[in-house]
């Protein structure tokens, strides 16, 4: 049983260690101790409404989210060291800014999340952690003229339509072009895309994958 200690709330586990539904359980125990406060999560009925993309809305929290405990094996496993750079495409409530201030406090984050809600939850709750709010910043990342700002590592889930994914994909590989960089893809969407069309990202290297996640180097 994976047991939540508030002195090291995100302990370093081994992946497969625990079972998923208990990486679960651990999460709601953490946002429940940093004070997350979910009541309004789903009070996008009319954004759903009025939006052809797909955001995640009317899925339990801890169904959409990463658990804690993966996002700190995710950045172990990709050797972060300092004064680089990690970018959250899609970055919900900010799990892994806490995860990164707690634990790899010399690296920069910026998280991007389109649900402006879900963004002051965030900001609300890390202000109280100490760790900066300006670094999630609300955003739709399929706007057209959008591009994310240079970073190492890039991390996202599938945080959109497959025709946003695609958008964002193609934004990395111009960044790409200047700097090689990592890209971590969590979910069915955002892999298929990398191996069926953005052979940029998964054809020259050979990726790492793993049940949940894949890591790719441009």
């Known amino acids: 049983m994976l047991v939540f200690n508030p ?33 309004a999560e789903e009070q996008m009925g009319e954004i759903q409404k009025n939006s052809d993309e797909e955001y995640w809305f009317g899925l339990p929290v801890q169904h959409m989210q990463t658990p804690y405990t993966e996002i700190r094996s995710i950045l172990e496993l990709v050797g972060l060291s300092g004064g680089q750079s990690v970018i959250d495409l899609g970055c919900a409530y900010g799990r892994m800014a806490f995860v990164i201030s707690r634990y790899f406090p010399t690296v920069k984050f910026t998280g991007y999340e389109f649900v402006e809600s879900r963004v002051a939850e965030a900001k609300r709750v890390l202000a109280s952690q100490d760790v900066d709010p300006a670094c999630l910043i609300h955003q739709d ?23 946003a994914i695609h958008k964002t994909l193609n934004d990395l590989r111009i960044l790409a ?20 069309t953005h052979h940029w990202l998964g054809g020259v290297n050979e990726a790492e994958h793993f049940p949940h996640f894949s890591i790719y180097r441009s």
């Open 7 to 39: 002195f090291d709330p995100v302990p370093q586990i081994s992946l497969g260690e625990y079972s998923y539904s208990e990486e679960k359980a651990h999460s709601a125990q953490v946002d429940e101790w940093l004070g997350y406060d979910f009541s």
């Open 141 to 163: 990342l399929a706007e057209p003229g959008f591009s994310p700002e240079r970073a190492d590592l890039y991390f996202m889930f599938d945080f959109g339509s497959p025709d």
């Open 177 to 196: 072009q200047r700097k090689p960089i990592k890209v971590i893809a969590r979910g069915r969407s955002a892999r298929a895309q990398i191996h069926k």
